[in-house]
């Protein structure tokens, strides 16, 4: 007897960005694979050519809430930001109820959603304080490389005083559950980026590798068996491209996304850790400089929904055994 297939929901975004594009452009390569909600605007997608149930095994809920009158696509407007996130509300309201399993998301747009009065940074931090989550930790991978954020959207001078033990000891251990459950790694392999230049060089660059890094990383070794670092960050991004490890703890944002986007960013996605449910993304943003114009690739978001499907199996099926 075949198993049902798995419930998936897609949230279109912000509707003035390239989600709406390449949702359309990845659902005939993705319909097959799983069952498939998708949660947006039909004016938006018509202006398109085409609505998402139009496409054979798509569910589509169209919540008619962009003003059809002065919609343009490639505008960071408060009634774009609103939007995007009554789309992320009824997609919390499928996976309350079972109606969906796993969630993808195409971008929102962060002055959007600011000016439309929402405190969120972005997708994470909003789906963690809807849940309830505050252990939401953002893993970000492609075909070569997966790398979980210690900090995310924070700025540089203030990375030291947001880097504490008890941070990266919760990143870390949520790296390993999820390197065992979502991707069948009985004993993962972990690298932790150092902050500083060479990981600080003992001390002689900075205090935070010998303060904070090394101590956390001294009591984790007793539960995860292969854990390397403080590592200079050049030294932990490529031995992972190697193949010496099987995710990378970065401090800040960039020590992800730069390696990330030079070795493949067509397969990039971003995975939410620690949700009551999986989430994934493209790896990439509203692209309002060419939404509109038919020319956004969708492989990122291809990539994404497939990662949620067999990530979710993965974990279905472990659980179950």
């Not at 589509?60 to 962009?66: A, G, H, P, S």
Request: charged share 25%; with cysteine.
């Amino acid at each position: 007897m075949a198993k049902p297939r798995l419930k998936v929901a897609i949230t279109m975004g912000d509707p003035s960005g390239i989600g709406p594009e390449v949702i359309l452009k990845a659902l005939p390569q993705l319909a097959d694979a799983a069952a498939i909600t998708v949660i947006g605007d039909g004016r938006v997608f018509s202006s398109l050519g085409r609505l998402p149930d139009k496409i054979k095994g798509v569910r589509f809920l169209d919540l008619k809430n962009v003003p059809a009158a002065r919609f343009s696509f490639g505008k960071a407007r408060a009634e774009y930001g609103k939007a995007s996130i009554a789309y992320l509300d009824k997609s919390l309201q499928l996976l309350s109820s079972g109606e969906s399993e796993c969630l993808v998301t195409a971008p929102i747009c962060k002055e959007a959603i600011k000016a439309a009065g929402f405190k969120f940074s972005g997708h994470t931090e909003y789906l963690a304080d809807r849940t309830k989550s505050p252990g939401a930790v953002m893993m970000l991978l492609n075909r070569y490389l997966k790398f979980s954020l210690l900090t995310r959207h924070v700025p540089l001078k203030d990375i030291s005083g947001r880097l504490t033990r008890e941070e990266l000891t919760k990143v870390t251990v949520s790296t390993y559950r999820a390197l065992k459950n979502f991707f069948c790694l009985e004993e993962p392999r972990i690298s932790v980026c150092g902050l500083n230049p060479h990981a600080s060089d003992n001390g002689a660059i900075g205090k935070e590798e010998n303060l904070i890094i090394k101590p956390a990383l001294r009591r984790l070794k007793s539960r995860i068996k292969f854990l390397k670092g403080p590592l200079p960050a050049d030294v932990a991004v490529a031995g992972a491209y190697a193949g010496d490890c099987d995710a990378v703890i970065a401090i800040y944002h960039d020590q992800a996304l730069i390696p990330l986007k030079l070795s493949d960013p067509l397969s990039g996605v971003n995975m939410t850790l620690g949700l009551p449910f999986l989430r994934t993304s493209p790896l990439h943003g509203t692209a309002f400089d060419i939404a509109g114009r038919n020319i956004a690739r969708p492989d990122s978001m291809i990539s994404a929904v497939r990662l949620a499907i067999e990530c979710s199996c993965a974990s279905r099926h472990r659980w179950q055994c």
